[in-house]
């Protein structure tokens, strides 16, 4: 193993500059305070097993007391002016690009991504912050002619309060930021409960840009609760104090989380999973449909919500695509993610891998066939860590169970289409609709692909994968997908409460809809 792919040491050199410690606090409510109730959270790295520290988890007293805390930071911030807001924003963006390196390195220690991948997600923070300065000079009202003379009708967007982020593990920093600061340059205050599978990030994130407020002699705006395994999140759901939740997670826990926030009429922003698809027609251009569907379904160990899981391929390219992406599945190095020629880093955990075997047991029951993959592997000197083999499974039908299932791994299905109406068909018939994509140079294909009748997905792409969005986007999907879109263009109203002004500025009192009202 080289030094510079060595667990122990890159998590001292991280934890030293980062200012992290065997053990840390998982409650920051201004101060770090967790631990009354004595809970530890082992995290564990899944390179190797590792432990690299333990956080004190939040009880539900602590945790009722950081929500006062947050409101009555909320008095406080959400009196300064929104650019001045922006300002902060800046400055902790600013902080972050000085922490590129070693927040990317901790994200590769603690989820397993490569450095390249856990860099470019701290890069996405920093993006995030410059839309959100930007952002806080444009939280445009519109005005409104009113039917009335001599008034005045308008709209204005105020914050919502105190807003709850429940973040999943595979993006420990890039998802709550999305949410935080759009939310905070609005005037919200955030409180984060991260998976407890990515809790030391959130730690080490919730330090930095705390740090900054700090120095600006502002109340702690960013709050965090740590939790074992979801208990304060489901708190939170229930929490009449936190008027809105965005949840980023699985369709099943995003279920218990909009019925619970519903039954209390609070808001959701809900970004649950995804199955998404990418079809690649004849007209494609090979080498780009080939390195688009291998990234699509590699990346991040095919743990993203984008990740391709479903390959809907021309019955002419079986011959011919078909055995290049085999070969280049085949060629991607599974490994230690540190290592610099490591394309596929480890899964989450134990019961993640068990999933892999399981989703794959179940397609060879339904009749499929594996093309590349369907191993566990062990790697030598790495025996803690859950490692598998990038999979293809051909001959499976494209409404069997399994393939409607999302499997947070890197399994790849295979379906076979003749007609571009049944390419549309099989890519819908999914009860997800996050990302899609579309390998074509023909226009034709492309614009209907792009119609009403094509892809259902809250994102589409042309001759690009369906993983590797951009910020400036709305973000999110359509079904089970839950409907919520974050990051950039209008998803900022999300977090805002919009309030409809008529102002009367005459001395008489003229009703809408010319109604006369005479009470003298
Ligand atoms: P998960 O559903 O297991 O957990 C998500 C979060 O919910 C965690 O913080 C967890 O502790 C918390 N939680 C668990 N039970 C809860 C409850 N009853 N009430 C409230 N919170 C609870 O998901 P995961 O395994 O961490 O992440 C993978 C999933 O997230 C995949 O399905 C993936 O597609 C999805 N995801 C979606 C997006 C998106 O933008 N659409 C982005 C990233 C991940």
């Given amino acids: 193993m080289e030094s510079g792919s060595d667990v122990q040491a890159i998590r001292e050199q991280v934890f030293a500059e980062l200012g992290l410690y065997q053990e840390v606090s998982g409650l920051f409510d201004g101060g770090w305070g967790a631990g009354a109730e004595g809970r530890r959270l082992p995290v564990h790295s899944p390179i190797d097993g590792a432990r690299l520290a333990d956080i004190a988890v939040a009880s539900g007293a602590e945790f009722d007391r950081l929500i006062e805390q947050a409101w009555a930071s909320f008095r406080e911030w959400s009196a300064i002016p929104a650019p001045k807001r922006g300002e902060v924003i800046r400055a902790i963006g600013d902080r972050l690009r000085r922490n590129v390196d070693n927040l990317g390195l901790l994200i590769a220690l603690e989820v397993g991504k490569t450095p390249v991948e856990g860099r470019g997600e701290v890069q996405e923070m920093i ?56 939310a905070a340059v609005i005037g919200n205050v955030v409180v984060w409960k991260p998976s407890p599978e990515a809790a030391l990030t959130a730690v080490a994130v919730t330090n930095v840009v705390n740090e900054v407020l700090d120095e600006h002699g502002l109340p702690p705006i960013f709050l965090l609760a740590v939790d074992e395994a979801g208990e304060i999140g489901q708190r939170m759901s229930r929490e009449r104090r936190l008027p809105l939740i965005s949840f980023t997670g699985s369709v099943p826990t995003g279920k218990e989380v909009a019925a619970a926030v519903g039954g209390r009429l609070g808001r959701t922003v809900l970004e649950l999973g995804g199955n998404n698809a990418a079809i690649v027609t004849p007209d494609a251009d090979p080498e780009i449909a080939l390195r688009g569907v291998a990234f699509g379904a590699l990346a991040t160990a095919g743990q993203r919500c984008t990740t ?91 409404d069997a169970d399994v393939v409607h299932t999302e499997t947070f791994a890197p399994i790849l299905y295979v379906l076979k289409y003749r007609s571009l109406d049944e390419a549309f068909a099989i890519h819908n018939c999914v009860p997800q609709g996050l990302s899609s994509a579309i390998f074509s140079n023909n226009l034709r294909e492309v614009e209907a692909f792009l119609s009403v009748i094509g892809g259902d997905c809250g994102l589409a792409n042309v001759n690009t994968g369906t993983a590797g969005a951009e910020i400036g986007g709305a973000f999110g999907g359509e079904k089970e997908t839950g409907g919520g879109r974050e990051s950039g263009s209008d998803a900022w109203k999300s977090y805002a409460r919009r309030q409809t002004v008529a102002i009367n500025f005459g001395p008489d009192l003229p009703l809408s809809q010319g109604l006369t009202f005479d009470v003298g």
Avoid: M
């Fill in 127 to 182: 993006d995030i912050c410059d839309f959100a300065v930007g952002l806080s000079r444009q939280l445009y009202g519109k005005t409104i002619a009113s039917e009335r003379p001599n008034h005045r009708l308008y709209e204005q967007w105020h914050p919502l309060g105190v807003v709850g982020v429940i973040t999943a593990f595979n993006f420990p920093g890039a998802v709550w930021s999305w949410n935080a600061f759009i």
């Fill in 308 to 398: 391709t899981r479903r390959l809907i391929l021309h019955e002419s390219l079986f011959d011919s695509f078909l055995p290049s992406l085999v070969d280049a599945f085949g060629a991607a190095r599974v490994g230690n993610p540190l290592e610099p020629d490591v394309l596929v880093g480890p899964l989450i955990n134990r019961a993640a891998v068990e999933s892999y075997s399981a989703a794959i047991g179940g397609a060879q029951a339904a009749g499929g066939t594996v093309l590349a993959g369907n191993a566990v592997k062990t790697l030598a000197g790495l025996e803690g860590g859950n490692y598998v083999a990038p999979t293809i499974i051909d001959g499976v039908a494209p």
